[in-house]
């Protein structure tokens, strides 16, 4: 039982560039949440899908946005980089009725230069 | 609204001794509490959860932490540390958010385990 995957597991753009991120939920899980790790700190929630739709939202920008697709899987965007996006992006997957357990993948590391 | 201090950002221990890794919550709801562990170049893994019923909760790896509302506390510990043991650790609260009721956790900002030895 594949647990949940990130690709790709490092990404280096410039600045005002666009990235886009991918993450598969766990299998049977059909909830997605993305969150932003600057180094040193702890994540924070960047938004939250289910069925197909934003369900949640955190303190970003509209320059972060997202899509799921009907298989669950989902994207991260991110539009006109800056140096302050440069962190670790993690992807975190769960049953919509049991949000309070999350199963985090391993994250794509975003180099802004 | 919800927030986590860990207090501590790097705690140093001898290979054997006892860990104890500080977490303090603040809540307006009764609160969901994690511990995560995040080992270098990987994502976050679960350590233990507390929900509701008893205070005192055991994880993997030999990890426990016991939830005390009265001081607002989720402090983690392990009696005797291994050297697999440093890594980043990150406390957690949650709970149901308001207009959707999906829990969405607010992290502390991590403590890293340094074993010695």
């Known amino acids: 039982d594949a647990g949940v995957t990130q690709s790709p597991t490092h990404l280096i753009k410039t600045r005002g560039q666009q990235v886009t991120l991918r993450c598969s939920p766990k299998?049977?899980?059909?909830?997605v949440s993305w969150y932003q790790q600057a180094l040193g700190q702890g994540p924070q929630f960047i938004f939250q899908?289910?069925?197909?739709?934003?369900?949640q939202r955190g303190n970003f920008p509209d320059r972060f946005s997202g899509h799921q697709f009907p298989n669950y899987s989902s994207e991260l965007n991110v539009n006109a980089l800056l140096l302050g996006d440069s962190a670790l992006y993690l992807c975190a997957s769960s049953w919509a009725a049991r949000t309070d357990t999350q199963y985090f993948g391993p994250g794509t590391r975003l180099t802004v230069l | 609204a919800q927030s986590v201090t860990q207090l501590g950002s790097h705690v140093s221990v001898s290979e054997g001794a006892l860990v104890l890794l500080r977490c303090n919550y603040s809540s307006s709801v009764p609160p969901y509490l994690f511990w995560y562990v995040q080992y270098p170049n990987q994502g976050l893994q679960l350590l233990l959860k507390y929900t509701t019923g008893a205070t005192l909760v055991k994880g993997i790896n030999g990890f426990e932490a016991e939830f005390k509302k009265s001081e607002t506390s989720f402090h983690l510990t392990k009696p005797s540390a291994h050297m697999s043991d440093a890594a980043e650790y990150f406390c957690?609260?949650?709970?149901?958010?308001?207009?959707?009721?999906?829990?969405?956790?607010?992290f502390g900002r991590g403590t890293s385990l340094i074993v010695h030895p």
């Open positions: 957690a609260v949650s709970a149901p958010h308001a207009s959707g009721g999906s829990y969405i956790p607010t």
């Open positions: 899908y289910y069925e197909e739709e934003e369900r």
């Open positions: 299998s049977g899980h059909d909830t």
